[in-house]
Each structure stands twice: as structure tokens, then as C-alpha cells.
């Protein structure tokens, strides 16, 4: 049906929107999305198309891609926009659309659980052995137990969350996974099956980073395809960016070096050691290095222990191959021998690793990053992806890209060729010009000078007693949240909930329950929370989000563009996290609220209609007077389920 006219596309989407509960909502933005997609695969032009929240993007983009009858590759940067069209949109469509279709879902390797590692940590009783012992080997029995009656394999269908080592002893990587055919499990292997899956299915749902590895990978992950959509395209220049580069690490080392020494025996473990204590070197000398840049050379300390780093497993490889039939290639090693395997694999994935940071090129930058409670991290990544994704992406197929954000000048920085690119905005359905109040606090100090924290907190309270409760704060720093709640505790009735508490999930959970509940997070939740309804009247925005300065990426973006990168690299990123934090709050066509900016910067810096603008286009005010009033209004047509929205007028034209 590629063939198809615009208006059986309208209609074929009609016909499956009519099976929503009260028949679907009238969206015309859903009916242009269709049709600008459809007219996209027929003409094999590529697509990026911003659609506001309340547009029913995934359908909009799912009826015409299914009724094409080629192959869809639907990339999503979230677990949760996956598990949507997993669960619902998918199983929905199917139901209503009158096609039949397959869908499939698939993930990274190391989601799923390995057969032959789990066959390896059990002992001839059945019972895990001495490195799974004690109550890691509780952990590990009910892990097994599990596995014997689950059809996928999947850490996500667990009814439990397991600690990362229990699940690492039971899982392997696509570094070290020997394959299908080189696997005494490889039959019943739960990965291999959901790769089985996905080469036969109509629509196959990977997750953003998977398609990324794809493109980096000698080998392909995913089956082929001529359509590619990905949702949440605002995160794709950064997943990008990190997975089309490398990294190399003391923890990679000792990772290597716990997995060969087994295999070694005492006598031949010398060489497992070598790469363990090349391991700690290469933290001494990053360790100072911590959250800076380095210079194209990286500096004779480091360049040192990468050298060391890089003979010390030449030595170990050279060791795995020796066992006792004599020095095998990987290919030889029999297939009795599976750990073997993983540990030739797992080396050579480090010494590749260490090639590649060893020599940054022209285009690329190198830095050293802090990691929570763990090692300092050797990062090498390209300054753009761009000519990157142009050589090995945008050419072979037709691409959907799709956000209810999408940046300024993304088209352009994701190298999509612009003789062969249309770009489109659907607009929302909401009504924000009534329901929805941009407050600027322009009477605040400038945020960088050190009254400013006493200040905006005080703002803060006045507007969660106003908006009683009901707040999402959204903060730059981690710092800046633990304060302000600290400070907010103290002066509001309410519960004041924060990102450290509890675990994404179960936080939102307890938000949702709890109506006058307020939550404080930082950057994880300025996108992917979606709590329609009285709970959530009021979002606060702490400070304007640009990147930070000393961003070792943005830092060698700025320099490649020269004097207007303010405005080509920290602009258009500010402006699409800002829209990304102001988007959590219309959810539904009856949500009412505020979104609260407390930085004056809004309303006063020469480039503030570049922010505004990437906004919905919301009622504006500077006066905290008229935020108290919309609150109000808001309060009490939530308690009437519907009652009348806030006065016409409400809010100056600008702020």
C-alpha cells in the first residue's frame, strides 16, 4: 500500500483511532503527521517532523510505516515509549487496523540472560559454585529458577530487581558472546531467539543506543530494513555521539583479568595479573585527570600506561591460546570450551578499546570522566556525528525522525542530506494558550551571584503553598535540588519528595498517589514523565539549562564553529531541554497549570525569544500575583473534574 493515496492513509487511521476508548479524539496533527510520513516512504525522502505533546505521534507514524509493507526499524530513546508500543499501540493496531502485521521486541545482548553462563556457575548438584556463594548464591538460585520457566530471558520481565553482580554472572555482552554457532547453549539461547524474532517481524522496537551499536558494529545487530523511525529524535545526536566512540578503563582491565585467570590455573596466571595491575596504573594516571579535557596527544603519563595496557593483554591473548591442545585461533577454540571464547572475544573488544584512545584523530576528543563510586573512564568521541551518520545511515534508507521537541538545526547536525530532507511541525492538540501560564521571575537576582539560592527558594515556596502541593521541580544540579529541598521542607505543608529517594518508577508512583505530593529531580526527569490530571499543576525550572562550559564535547563544538557558537551550540540545546522540562506539564486537554521559570535570563537576555519561542505557545507574565490567581482557578477546576478554565486575559503578553 506504499502506493496508497493520503486519504486511505486518513482513513485507515481513522478507522483504527475509532477503537479508542470514546472513539478517539479529533487530532488533526495526527492526520497531517500520517500523511507527511506516507509521502515520505513513497517518495524515500527523509522526515523530521515535530509533533507537541497530545498528537498521537506513535500511531501517526506506525499506520503508514505498516501499511508500506517494507520492513520498519522503530528506534526509541526511553524503556518506557518502548514498553508503550510493545504493550499497547502495537497489539492495538494489529487488533484494529485490518492488516496483518508482526511485531518484535529487542534489546542489547547483556539484557537478556546467557544459558551457557548459567550452566557454568552450577556444579554438578545443581547448586551455584563458590563465586556465586552465600547470598549472592540466593540471588543466583532464584535468578536460575526464574529462567527455567521464562520464554524470554529478558531482565525486564523479572519480578524482582537483581544486584548487578548476580545478574552479570548470568549475562554476557556482544564483546564477549561467541554467537550461535560457537556456544554449546547457542540453540537455547534467549538472545539468539529474540534476534530470530526480530529478522522475521514486520516492526522491530530496539532501543535508540542498539540501533547506535548497530551502525559502530563489524557485525549487524539488527535485521535489515528500509525504514527507520526514530521517536524521541532529540536524543539521538547525543546517544550518538557516545556510542560511535570508545572508552577505555582500569574496570575494563580487572574485568578481562577476572574472566581469564579460571582459565589459566595457578601456574599461567602471571599474565591475568599483568593485566589487573596495568589495570591500577591506568587509574593512578587518570584519576588527576578526572572531568578534564585532554590535548590530541593525551600526554606522556597516559599514552604510558595505554602502552602498558595494550602489551599486557597482547601477552594475555597470546596466553588464552595456548591451552593444552596447542596455540588455537579464536575460531579453533572447540566449542567445549566456551569461556575460553568469551575471554579471547572479551580481549580483543579491550585491545581495540585501546587502539582506538591510544591516537584521538582531528575529529574527535578525548577527556577523562568522573563516574559516581567508580573509576575515572578514558572517553574518545566524535566532535560531530554528523559525516558519520551521512556515511554509514542516511544513505541506504528512508528515515522518520520524530519529537515533540525537535532543536533547532538538528537536520543539519545529524547530517541528513538536504536535497533529500523535508522537516515539518504538527502542532498539539492542547490548548495551552488558556490552560497553561509562562511565569518568568524576573524580580529574582541573576542566578550566578550567591543570594540568588536564599531567593529563588523563598519563590519556591510561595508557589508550591499557592499551586497547594502539586509541583514537579526541575533542577540543573544535584546540589541545587538537595537545597531547595532542604529549604522547602521546612516552610510548606505538603511532601516533598526527591530524585534520590527512591527509584524512577516507584517515585512516580508515589507522586501520582499522593495529590499534593511535590517532587524534586534533575535532568532525568525533565523528559519522560507524563502525569495528566490534578496531580501535577505546577512545574518549576530552577535555571535556564544551558550545557555546562567545561562539557569536553561542547567545549570542541564551540571551537570548530568559532564566534557565533553561543548561538549555534548552547542556544538550541538550552531551548529543547527547556521545552523538554515545560512539556511535563499539559498532558491531557483538561490539564491547567504554571510552568515557573526562576531566571530572570527569560526575561531579560537579548536571545530570550529563542527559548520562548521553542516553547507552546502559553499566556506569559512576570507577576507572581497573576500566577497565584491561574493556580487557583486551576485548583478548583480540577476538584469540578472539567469546571471553567482560568479568566480570558489572565498573563501579559510578554514577558
Known amino acids: ?99 496483518r502485521f508482526s511485531f518484535a521486541i529487542l534489546k542489547g545482548r547483556a539484557n537478556y540472560l546467557c544459558r551457557q553462563k548459567a550452566a557454568e556457575v552450577v556444579d554438578h548438584r545443581g547448586q551455584p559454585e563458590a563465586p ?72 522491530v522496537v530496539v532501543n535508540t543506543h542498539l540501533y547506535v551499536a548497530h551502525l559502530a558494529s563489524d557485525r549487524p545487530l539488527l535485521p535489515e530494513h528500509g525504514l527507520v523511525v526514530f521517536d524521541e529524535a532529540h536524543e539521538l545526536e547525543d546517544i550518538a555521539t557516545t556510542g560511535l566512540g570508545l572508552e577505555a578503563s582500569g574496570a575494563q582491565l580487572r574485568s578481562l583479568a577476572r574472566s581469564a585467570r579460571p582459565l589459566l590455573g595457578q601456574r599461567e596466571a602471571g599474565p591475568a595479573q599483568s593485566v589487573e ?93 568522573e563516574r559516581a563510586g567508580g573509576p575515572p573512564v578514558l572517553r574518545v568521541a566524535p566532535v560531530e556525528v554528523g559525516p558519520l551518520l551521512a556515511d554509514r545511515l542516511w544513505g541506504g534508507l528512508t528515515a522518520i525522525l520524530t519529537s515533540a521537541t525537535i532543536p533547532p538545526g538538528l537536520a543539519d547536525r545529524l547530517g541528513l542530506p538536504p536535497g533529500r530532507r523535508d522537516e515539518a511541525d504538527v502542532g498539539s492538540p492542547f490548548p495551552y494558550a488558556t490552560n497553561a501560564l509562562l511565569y518568568c521571575a524576573a524580580h529574582l537576582p541573576d542566578r550566578r551571584r550567591p543570594e540568588s539560592g536564599a531567593a529563588a527558594h523563598d519563590e519556591l515556596v510561595r508557589l508550591v503553598r499557592a499551586a497547594g502541593g502539586r509541583t514537579l521541580a526541575l533542577f540543573t544540579s544535584w546540589h541545587g535540588m538537595q537545597a531547595a529541598a532542604a529549604a522547602v521542607r521546612e516552610k510548606v505543608p505538603f511532601r516533598i519528595l526527591t530524585q534520590d ?37 505546577l512545574v518549576v525550572i530552577d535555571r535556564l539549562p544551558f550545557p555546562r562550559p567545561d562539557d569536553p564535547v561542547m567545549q570542541a563544538r564551540r571551537e570548530r564553529v568559532g564566534p557565533g557558537s553561543f548561538r549555534l551550540v548552547d542556544l538550541p540545546r538550552a531551548a529543547m531541554l527547556l521545552a523538554q522540562g515545560a512539556g511535563r506539564l499539559i498532558r491531557s486537554s483538561e490539564d491547567r497549570g504554571v510552568v515557573a521559570v526562576l531566571d530572570r535570563r527569560l526575561a531579560r537576555a537579548s536571545y530570550r525569544w529563542d527559548l520562548v519561542n521553542a516553547l507552546p505557545p502559553m499566556a506569559r507574565t512576570r507577576h507572581r500575583s497573576e500566577v497565584e490567581g491561574f493556580l487557583a482557578q486551576a485548583l478548583a477546576a480540577g476538584r469540578a473534574r472539567g469546571g471553567p478554565g482560568p479568566e480570558e486575559g489572565a498573563g501579559q503578553p510578554a514577558p
Open 277 to 369: 595491575e596495568a589495570g591500577a596504573t591506568l587509574d593512578e594516571v587518570l584519576a588527576p585527570l578526572a572531568g578534564r579535557r585532554l590535548a590530541p596527544g593525551l600526554g606522556e603519563p597516559v599514552t604510558r600506561a595505554l602502552a602498558l595496557a595494550t602489551e599486557r593483554v597482547r601477552r594475555l591473548t597470546a596466553a588464552l591460546r595456548r591451552p593444552a591442545q596447542g596455540a588455537l585461533e579464536l575460531d579453533e577454540v572447540p566449542l567445549a570450551d566456551p569461556a575460553r571464547s568469551r575471554a579471547l572475544l572479551l580481549a580483543g573488544s579491550v585491545a581495540n578499546a585501546l587502539a582506538g584512545v591510544s591516537s584521538p584523530g582531528p575529529d574527535q576528543v578525548a577527556w577523562v570522566e
Open 501 to 537: 529517594e527512591l527509584p524512577k518508577p516507584a517515585l512516580l508512583a508515589a507522586f501520582a498517589s499522593e495529590e499534593s505530593a511535590c517532587l524534586f529531580a534533575t535532568m532525568g526527569f525533565w523528559q519522560g514523565v507524563d502525569l495528566p490530571g490534578p496531580t501535577l499543576s
Open 1 to 99: 500500500m506504499a502506493g496508497a493515496r493520503p486519504d486511505q492513509i486518513a482513513a485507515a487511521l481513522a478507522r483504527a483511532t475509532r477503537g479508542l476508548p470514546g472513539g478517539g479524539e479529533d487530532r488533526p496533527g495526527q492526520v497531517e503527521m500520517a500523511r507527511a510520513v506516507h509521502r515520505a516512504i513513497r517518495a524515500r525522502r527523509h522526515l523530521v517532523v515535530q509533533a507537541g505533546t497530545g498528537t498521537g505521534k506513535s500511531l501517526a507514524y506506525l499506520v503508514p510505516a505498516i501499511l508500506s509493507r517494507q520492513r520498519v526499524v522503530v528506534a526509541t530513546a526511553t524503556k518506557a515509549l518502548q514498553d508503550q508500543l510493545a504493550a499497547r499501540d502495537l497489539p492495538f493496531l494489529r487488533e484494529r487496523l485490518g492488516v
Open 132 to 203: 556465586a556463594a552465600g547470598p549472592l548464591g540466593t540471588e543466583v538460585r532464584r535468578l536460575l529458577a526464574w529462567s527455567e520457566g521464562s520464554s524470554t530471558g529478558d531482565r525486564s520481565d523479572l519480578p524482582f530487581e537483581p544486584s548487578s553482580r548476580a545478574w552479570s554472572l548470568l549475562s554476557a555482552t556482544s564483546t564477549e558472546c561467541p554467537g550461535r554457532y560457537r556456544c554449546p547453549a547457542g540453540d537455547q539461547c534467549f538472545a539468539e531467539g529474540a534476534r530470530d524474532r526480530a529478522a522475521t517481524a514486520d516492526v
